[in-house]
């Protein structure tokens, strides 16, 4: 365990970025689901550092991460019925496919 | 004779059409019988109820303002808190002012109910019902003493109106009614930020105590805004009102909207809600902000001439009756804006005197153009003439309120208008001398359309008509007679008004502080 | 107001104003309410009627004899000692300060005034019910023709300026109905309409002077006007240009109703309505309401000499305009009503040199032979079947004596051949203006006078004498009319005899001075004007021979080209002159283009005008609204396209905020 909070901010924030990328970039709508589960995983880091290295906290880090965790597995679910729902109607995951939002 | 002072007759009269109302909502749609029925009860019944208030006006007291000194001028005041927290009160009130347009609101809409039981076939119920909550909003508007309650039925006039030109009115109707809509919201959302304004203002310098903040006698007696808040309260009041009246130049909403609507619709919008404006300026414009409407009268003042002239030289060239008409209210209201601002008591007095004439004469030739259209579904000038031969009655009601309309001395509208010329002319002699030119203006576009419609060889369009061309039934004599005797009544004793206003309009030029002048005038 | 009295002011010179007694009181009330009622009985039962003017004629018939009773009262009974009594009816406008009330007033002009009006109006009624014998819409002929009895008695009794101003809207309205009276005829429609435009431009002056009166004086009532006005005047409350002013807008409404140039276009159309009409409103009574509003206002006018000048420049000069007018005329009601043009300039013309006695003395003499001949060429018409061009007349005299004699008296009486009515009051006209120190008005108004009588008596050579132009087909059936329209001839002839007489002599100190010097005592002491003596054998002879002359000249040079009695007539002669000057005839003829001038400038650039602001109100100010509008939903539109449906852009954006919020928070939090 490193003694700096920073390192687990400069890798959460990594992992944030890599997430956001991901979501941006990719057509797939399962893989920017899992992208988003990357970006959620790495606010939970940064949750659980901040938890660990300031005391007022009183380790309530953990709990908030384990709040988010278990949002962050709804999400999933109801999302990927989604994608699959849409997935079924328009018959392509990719994302730029559809449009309907639009209007 | 019925003592009402015992009564809450004013919340009576605002709250009849909504029982009205709400019963015919629980008449099927299809006994249009009893849709009739019930709706011209509703109407007389408040007409009636109005006119008990009339008869007691003299003997009821008036209202004093607890901590303040004198009498508020106001009479049959009800007040109930509504929402305390910010000191909102359900506070009705009535004044020489209110009474009359009370009168004649209830006036017209029975006269409206009653002419529209012919013309109009399609969704009786729904039209019934939109009548009867445009006389609640109107009346509501008249009595309202709460800011924040005139700004709810002010509000409300606009839904029935939206309504009605837009489901029973012409070929245009939806533009037309979304830009009536549209204009007089840009208003009114303007005057509701003023309300609140002075409201914070006021509640800020009590001190965070809500009590009186939007109580229009508690804010009167308080008086003395700030200039800046006034100028920027005054013109967003302004607007809201300009746009209703309406002045020049933002009119344009007047002709389409006259053009599409239903004749009891005209009616009602030239001879009330053209009001609502220019009562809106005399009940609170002028004594909430006396010193931005000073400073900014003289502006006014050239719109109103502007419009006085321009309205009557575009009627001139008007192809459509209705058009034509609306062109000369725009002329006609300018006198009620003129003669509210030059600030001055026989002006002031012509003002409210126009107000209530132009209703009742501009609500007749709309009737008389509804007559004309009842029968050739047309309302181009050029395709009539002749009518005086196969209608001689029509003919003869319609020169009649062509000559009231311009200002015929013995008939309404000559008094209203001079009291105004003379007000303007005591203050500024070059205005008065613009604005008479509208005598010759008037005279061309009235004349011209008289003509075109009652003289000549009868047309061929109307010929062939045949045997459809018929004089004026009975539904629409009894409409029409009673507005052609309340104008030869108040063509011969204005004072009948004259008399009522009297008080409310010294009371405001003292609140103006341009009290008037005693005696003769050096 | 009217309850208040005045006292007597021996040094103010103002006629005593005391309140009326209940009899007067009540007959000065019924002059007005008998013909309103009759006026709304014969509305309404007039299409049920057998005999329409059952109602009309005999209301106007009792409403002449009251009249003829206070008049004479007055007049000749002394009965209120030359001052005027006053009664209030009721309050009319009580708005503050300024307060009408429905006051009736009644002195010794009123009573001149009464006279003319109700007797032509008498007679004109009766006449109408054999003129209008054969028109099915006869019954509101006689309602209009009561309307207009009550307005224009309401004008003559109005005891103040906005009563008189409201009568004087009444009396335009009665002459619009009954010049349109054939309303399906569309000249009949455009003249009605152009009459009561033309007025209201009058009006407009009318109207801002009463307001500048009740501005500057702080009351319309006449007396009191009249009582407080040098006080004010000496107190520097009012300066002299402002009274300069509140006469050139009264004179305004003058001009207006009167007809005098350049408002004079609306009379001659005018005559589109029936020719008992023309007599009694566009001849005899209405057109002089305003030579008897400024006679009335005659205290106001003496404090502004300047504006004098200007009334009587511009009578002068509508007098001799007119007249070149009338010359040419073919449609003989038109020549009639050029000639009532120029003779009501007279009546100007005498106002604006200070001779008010002399302008109301012709007023009511005009009226009385201006009716006759106006009632002889509707007989006249009548006869000839609905013909009113006299080349399609000629030698009627025959046919039809009653009405050639009479018509012959009266244009005696208007060429001011002596002993006839127009002699005395066109002499004194004259005479006066001459001894006032306006030789100018005197040299025009003799010219006038050679030319009144040529135009007059050519008239008559070419209706009367002559060869027959009439149309072969209607002249075995031209008749005499039948006596409702005679005997009203021959009363109106007599008349045209006698009161001249009756009322210009003794000469220099004739019964109209002695009748009317209290109303107009006021004015002549405020102008200096003192009465000379009569010069019978000096000036005032000379005068007199030289109108009558040039009188004798005009009608002999008439004689000689339209042929009387033995003379035949020189019509070759008469081409042949107007040949030799085409311009003048042609202008004559058309009336110094005046219509042409008006359609051009009213109607033509006028509607130009008119369109152009319409256009400017669709276009600019409806089309900034709807440009509004428009750029509104375009705005929408191009924002709309951001809007593209993709998850991804969304999210971009959502990404790109949080980037910029915390590289502002950076920037800002580092503080």
Known sequence: ?103 | MIDVSGLPILSLIIFAPLVGAIALAFVPGDNVRLVKQVALATTLVTLVLSLLAAVGFGAAAEYVLPGSEGSSGFRYVETVPWIPFFGILYRVGMDGISLLLVVLTTTLTTISVVYSFGPIKTRVKEYMISFLVLELGMIGVFLALDLFLFYIFWEIVLVPMYLIIGIWGGANRIYATIKFVLYTLVGSLLMLVAILATAFTFQAANGGDWTGAFDLLTLRAAGGFDPTLQLFCFIAFFLAFAIKVPMWPFHTWLPDAHVEAPTAGSVILAGVLLKLGGYGFIRFALPLYPQAAHDLAGIIVVLSLIAIIYGAIVAIVQPDLKKLIAYSSVSHMGFVTLGIFVFQEQALQGAVLQMINHGIITGALFLCVGVIYERTHDRTLARMGGLSKPTPVFAGVFGFFVFASLGLPGLAGFVGEFLVFVGTFAVSPVAAAIAAFVMVFAGVYLLWMFQRIAFGPVSDFLKGLGHHLTDMDRTEVLTLAPLFALTIIFGLYPAAILDLIQQPVTDLLVALGSAPATGLVP | MGGMSFAADPHAGIAAVTQAGSTEQLLLTLLLVLPIVGFTLTVVLGRRLSRPWIIAVPTIIVVWAIATYLSVQALIGDAFHGGAIQTTIYEWIPAGAFSVSFDLFFDNLTAVMLLVVTTIGMLVHVYSIGYMAHDPGKWRFFAYLNLFMFSMLLLVLAANFLLVFAAWELVGLSSYLLIGFWYHKRSAALANKKAFLVNRVGDIGFALGIMAIWTTIGTLDFVQVFDLLPAQLAGGHIEQWMMVGICLLLFCGAMGKSAQFPLHVWLPDAMEGPTPVSALIHAATMVNAGVYLVARSSPLFATAPEALILVAAVGIFTAIFAASIAFTQKDIKRVLAYSTLSQLGYMFAALGVGAWTAAIFHLATHGIFKGLLFLGSGSVIHGVHEEQDMDKMGALRRKMPITHWTMLIGSLAIAGIPPLAGFFSKDEVLGEAFKLGFQWVWLIGVVVALMTAFYMFRLMGKTFYGESHVDPHVEPHVHESPPTMTVPLIILAVLSVVAGAYLGLPLGDSTIHHWLAPVFHPALETMGVHAEPYQLFGIDGALILVSVAVATIGMVAAWRMFGFFRIHDRLDTVRALTARVPTLYQGSFHKWYFDELNDLLFVRIGGRVADAFAWFDVHIIDGAVNGVATLTRRAGDEVRQSQTGRVQNYALGIAGGLILIAVILLLVGTR
């Open chain 1, 1 to 103: 365990m490193s003694q700096s909070l920073d390192a687990y901010l400069l890798l959460a924030c990594g992992l944030f970025a890599i997430g956001t990328f991901g979501f941006l970039a990719r057509r797939n709508a399962i893989a920017m689901l899992m992208s988003v589960e990357i970006m959620l995983n790495a606010v939970n880091l940064a949750i659980v550092a901040f938890g660990m290295f300031i005391p007022a906290l009183a380790g309530a880090g953990q709990v908030i991460a384990l709040f988010v965790m278990a949002v962050a597995a709804a999400e999933a679910t109801v999302g990927l019925a989604i994608v699959i729902a849409i997935y079924r109607n328009r018959r392509t995951p990719l994302v730029d496919e559809y449009a309907s939002m639009r209007e």
